[in-house]
């Protein structure tokens, strides 16, 4: 997750609205041991963001930025969410929508 929220503020008005897609590849190189008890902190940044594809590259530090114990690069491929006949894709979210039909119906009860 830490580097599919790099995305989030690019995504939306139909551009990687869904973040999911599926990772065509992950590569992890690990520099350093991690003690026991180490805050971390890590920066994920986007490489390139297409239609189609992403690439986002991370490293996982001390909190100080002085010490780098992992860097990854992580390639990603966009894909529509499959949806359900009643659902819908609205904010990056599936939600359940009911059917004006349906609804008059219950009402009726």
């Known amino acids: 997750m830490c580097m599919t929220t790099a995305v989030a503020p690019l995504a939306g008005g139909g551009w990687w609205e869904f973040l999911g897609g599926v990772s065509r590849s992950i590569n992890v190189s690990y520099t350093k041991a991690i003690p026991v008890g180490t805050k971390l902190r890590i920066e994920s940044r986007v490489v390139a963001l297409g239609k189609q594809m992403q690439m986002i590259r991370a490293e996982m530090m001390d909190v100080e930025g002085k010490v780098v114990f992992a860097t990854c690069e ?31 119906e219950k009402a009726k009860l």
């Open 74 to 104: 992580q390639h990603k491929v966009h894909l529509k969410p499959f949806l359900r006949e009643g659902e819908e894709l609205r904010e990056g979210r599936v939600v359940i929508v009911e059917k004006e039909e349906v609804v008059k």
